[in-house]
């Protein structure tokens, strides 16, 4: 019987090892599954594009097909090349909490996987603050996915071993940079108009969001 535990690798959090990073890209486009740190929690990556490696993260997770997943990239000029198309609210939100714990909702690119969606035709997004998440996203030359990895339903990885034990053999490899800040999840804001909407309270308060777009008195509603 194969071993089902994954192997950890090692990788610092401020400054991690190219030849690892690469290593790790390379697992992905050949459509395995990777966990990795971010600034919140540990999350699962594949290749968006590819709909064997999404069918292997639904089936890792136990994901109901109608939950989206979201994704992680290098930069916004990623973003907006690979991932979906940014409203000029998008960027004035990303400039301003790119890298960090804001999450955008936006039109999503063609090549993106269907069944990444949920059945919808938008894509949630963020560039990170930490340096192993966009390191990989960049090694991969397009934005990966960025669910937290655990079983669904199941409380959400902090440290590199709790990832591997929760999805164990289904994985090629994690990428340890030690325990994660484990804080609050990213803001979840759809920002496909002229206003944001607020769809998941997180790290980055709602007024911050609306300071950001110059009208603090918006209501989470607003249209």
């Known amino acids: 019987m194969p071993d089902p535990t994954p192997g950890i690798v090692p990788v610092d959090r401020l400054a991690p090892d190219p030849a690892v990073v690469r290593r790790a890209a390379r697992l992905l486009a050949d459509g395995r599954l990777v966990a990795y740190p971010t600034d919140t929690l540990y999350g699962l990556a594949v290749d968006p594009r590819r709909p064997d490696a999404v069918d292997r993260l639904f089936r890792a997770k136990g994901r109901p097909a109608a939950m989206a997943v979201p994704l992680i990239a290098a930069s916004m000029e990623q973003v907006a090349r690979d991932a979906g198309r940014l409203t000029p609210l998008a ?24 069944r990444l969606l949920g059945g919808g035709a938008t894509v949630a997004v963020r560039v990170p603050d930490h340096a192993v998440a966009r390191a990989l996203a960049a090694a991969l030359g397009h934005p990966v996915t960025a669910t937290s990895a655990n079983r669904s339903g199941a409380p959400p990885a902090t440290t590199a071993a709790s990832a591997a034990e929760a999805v164990g053999r289904d994985l090629a490899c994690v990428l340890d940079a030690g325990p994660s800040d484990g804080t609050a999840p990213s803001t979840i804001v759809d920002a496909r108009g002229s206003a944001p909407l607020l769809l998941r309270p997180g790290a980055v308060e709602w007024d911050r969001v609306l300071a950001a777009c110059g009208n603090p008195h918006n209501e989470p509603d607003a249209n």
């Open 91 to 114: 960027r004035a939100l990303a400039r301003r909490f790119w890298p960090g714990p804001l999450t955008l909702v936006v039109a999503a690119s063609a090549a993106l996987s269907p």
